[in-house]
């Protein structure tokens, strides 16, 4: 089993009042799996979302992953499987405006202390992969926005995670972009990697073999596609 | 296990971002560029004027004492001073000069600044000095080329004269002036030695002295001129015990009253060394007050430009952490530019400091040395500066929630 939640509760503080954001939600996810997660605003998979990146901490609850308790990992280590184990790809983008396509790959590398010589040939790879080998010294705002996702995509390849976590990794792009991205995406699963998908784009989730639908932090429904 | 992400790395990181944003960054540096700058400064025209005023003051000799009717550092009565009696010759020098045991050498001085002449060439301003042959033990004086005044020159008042070196070189120019006569102060005189290069000593050039017999300068300029003996101790281990030996043969000689103090003043190289090391440490605490403050403004300035980095760069602190940035990384990322940020203004101050040192000293008397101790210390400073200043944004960086910095605008 790659990715095991068990009952995970997530209550935010919001003045005096809480919210569950979360309430009781389990999923279990093998190797190799491709699934979406999807849901209305405020049903809460942002929130799935960022506990499964390991960018936050269930109020309550128990999460494997790959047989290690992530629930109860101190900042050092979250940061650590981050690294390691999962490449995020998000909406936005998110690359560093002043760094060239290749820094921005070469980055999860130098945190986790690639020798400079290595750095720079795996990233040179992993933006050979995604069809960018000739726009490697271009920085974010000379490339265009599906070239933008797929410097992002190159980067949360790099360090050869477990889960490549996106979300709404087409949500900045027209249509004709979107689709490219997401045939990436396929081939990326078709070599072997485990991805999971966060998106309320019916079409978008049709490219996954799993959807789990969430409402008002409970898990609504969970079906093979 | 890794600790830190690159060293490398951190810099580059640092300078990208320092050289995105030009002018805040040089003006962030201004205030540390200020406060090195005053430090290094003045730190170097203290260290040169150190390395000349101990070379000079070497001269005086440490084992020789000056008996006048001034102490060189009595602010006090001067008036009180000038009415005392004067120090003559007949009477203190022949006393000391009979009773001292503990003395080398005894050398009555009086001095005047007189024009020296020769043919055509003129020398304003000169300090003739008439003394005795043992001037040349107790002021470490040597003949380079020709010979000193003998016993028997000062004794019979013969016109003949031991010249500075600068003097013979401005007079003289390549011509050999021994032997020639010279008109000092209007009289002839004849150069029987000239004296070996000794610098200057706190802006006074030593190389523009003449020496003549005592009785001569006494009959020619007037012999009501303050008398200063020098007396140069036969054991330095021993001065202590000279100087109490030269106050009671002078008191005794001029009949003070038991009660009342010594209406004359025994000086020593010591106390100027005294009044300089007084001077140069009012300096360096001032010296010192305004680098702090413009350090610490700077520092502060440091402290707020880096606060709103961290702002401005939240969602790029968010992105960091998503990939695997730890806490750490994150704090030392910024802390490097901090640190980037003061020393770019330490090394611009040291520059600064060094060039205007140079610049003061080039027009004033003063020299300028930068020693390598002092750019450590300045160095250390900064880097204490900014890890100081540096720390607190840096901190507040590393505690950035990874989900919030992500989706900040």
Redesign the interface.
Known sequence: MLIELDDIVKIYQVGTEKVGALQGVSVKIVENEYLAIMGPSGSGKSTLM?IL?C??TPTSGKYRFDNDLVSEMN??QL??I???EIG?V?QTF???P??TALHNVE??L????TP?SKRKKIAQQALEMVGLADRMHHKPNELSGGQRQRVAIA?ALV?KPKIILADEPTGNLDTRTGEEIMEIFEEIHEQGNTIILVTHEEYIAEHTNRIVRLRDGKIERDESV | M?LL??F??GIKIAF??LS?NKMRSFLTTLGIVIGITTVIGIHSIIQGLNKSFYTSISALGSDTLYIGKFSWLSRTDWLEARNRKDITLEREGRAIKEYATLVKAVAPTVSAQRTVKYESEKLKNVQVTGTTEDYAVTSNVVPEYGRMLTKQDVDHRRNLCVIGWEVADKLFKNKNPLGRRILIGGYKFRVIGILEKRGSFLGHNLDTEVIIPIGLFQKLYGSRRWLTIEVKIADPALIEEAKDELTGILRRVRKVDPRKENDFAINQQDMIADLYKRLTTALYAVAFGVGSIALIVGGIGIMNIMLVSVTERT??I????????????ILWQFLIEALAVSSLGGVIGIIVGFVLAKIVASATFLSATVSPISVIIGILFISLVGIFFGIFPAYKAAKLD??HA?RYE
């Open positions: 960022n990146g960018l936050d900042d050092d940061a650590e981050r690294n390691r995020f998000f998110n690359l560093l002043r760094a980055l999860p130098i945190y986790n202390g400079a980067r360090n | 890794r992400i690159d490398w790395e990208q971002a995105a969602r790029e968010g992105i960091r952490k998503a990939i695997g940035a730890r806490n750490r990384d990874p989900i992500l």
